[in-house]
């Protein structure tokens, strides 16, 4: 089982429409066996109603041609799609334009480790194989470039292309941007809201992205004026909503969902986070002791009908990997298992919509 006989089964696939073979039209992208799955990307150039049927048609093909294989995971995804330029945007939208999904990780108040799940988070899917880039857009209080180990980074322009575009820093297979590249660590950043908004939208907007699978916004706590100009004028592909168990915490929660779901708004929610579900001592790895609650997060998606995708407990090795800019999910230990989780919950939340 070699990948140039995976792609001799999917050339057996036609596109019903096109009357082409998957793999004529460069549909077929990163094919990789590991060990007993076929792992592959599925590229549509656009939202395509027969992409469930040729998704289950190459799983057939795949599983009848080689029986032993277990598994046929693939990634849909959605490249090159046309964007319409809103008034005002004066940079345009070219940067994002070969960006499949961007998903905006939001908390209703500050203090939940919304940044350390959208490092991690980041860095999760990076190590599943995709390609990802984060924006910290948390412009009053960036720490990526803490976390991540990049406070050194000078980002620099590259204006070829007629524009200047900013050049994210690169590490962990992730690229990054900060305002926090652009003033020093003691250096506060007091900005109304309409200078916040626009450095914002330059952190996404100016940055040369190239072809990513996931942008993620790491936005600012809150449900103020940022997030709104940011949902109005960024095509997202929807939000993860961080809080740890406490009820002053998840009464936040409600504010941000409602936000999101507000009709002049209504950007889809792909599930809430739990972060310091429980504590759990490095010599006791077993037990588990509910400092803030149990299951808060939990009940809070069942009543709003929405996926927890994962639990992160109280770990003392996350803080220290963070604040030595190794983020925990680049290790394989038992405390980073939770990022794996939540990013294979989120692809397969962004698989069925």
Not at 10 to 29: F, N, R, W, Y
Not at 58 to 76: D, G, T, Y
Not at 110 to 134: D, E, F, H, Q, W
Not at 179 to 197: E, N, V
Request: overall charge negative.
């Amino acid at each position: 089982m070699t990948k140039e006989n995976i792609l001799e089964v999917l050339s057996g696939i036609i596109h019903p429409a096109k009357d082409k073979s998957i793999v004529d039209l460069g549909m077929v992208e990163d094919v990789k066996v590991e060990e007993n799955k076929i792992k592959f990307k599925l590229v549509f150039t656009g939202p395509d109603a027969l992409s469930g049927s040729i998704k289950k048609s190459c799983e057939k093909a795949l599983l009848e041609k080689f029986p032993e294989v277990s598994r046929v995971v693939i990634m849909e995804l959605v490249r090159e799609r046309k964007i319409e330029k809103r008034v005002g945007l004066e940079l345009g939208l070219e940067q994002i334009e070969s960006v499949s999904h961007i998903i905006a990780v939001a908390s209703g108040k500050g203090g939940v480790g919304k940044s350390t799940v959208s490092v991690n988070l980041a860095v999760a899917l990076a190590k599943a194989g995709y390609r990802v880039g984060l924006a910290d857009a948390d412009v009053y209080g960036p720490s990526v470039p803490k976390m991540t180990g990049t406070e050194d980074f000078m980002p620099t322009v590259d204006d070829s292309s007629g524009k200047e575009i900013i050049v994210p820093a690169e590490k962990f297979g992730v690229k990054w941007m900060s305002i926090g590249y652009f003033a020093k660590p003691d250096q506060p950043l007091i900005w109304r809201g309409p200078m916040a908004c626009n450095a914002l939208k330059q952190m996404i907007l100016q940055v040369k992205w190239g072809e990513l699978d996931f942008l993620l916004l790491d936005l600012p706590p809150g449900t103020g004026d940022i997030h709104i100009s940011l949902v109005h004028d960024i095509p997202l592909t929807g939000a993860v909503v961080v809080s740890t168990p406490q009820a002053v915490a998840l009464a936040d929660v409600e504010k941000g969902v409602n936000m999101f779901r507000n009709k002049d708004i209504n950007k889809p929610i792909l599930g809430l986070v739990e972060n310091m579900s429980w504590f759990t001592p490095e010599e006791l790895p077993e037990n588990k002791y509910y400092i803030f609650g149990k299951d808060g997060c939990k009940k809070m998606a069942e009543h709003f009908k929405l996926p927890l995708l994962g639990q992160i407990p109280i770990v003392q090795s996350i803080r220290e990997s963070g604040d030595n800019g190794m983020p925990v999910a680049l290790l394989d230990r038992k405390d980073s298992e939770a990022f794996r989780q939540i990013a294979e919950n989120l692809v397969n939340k962004i698989d069925s919509l």
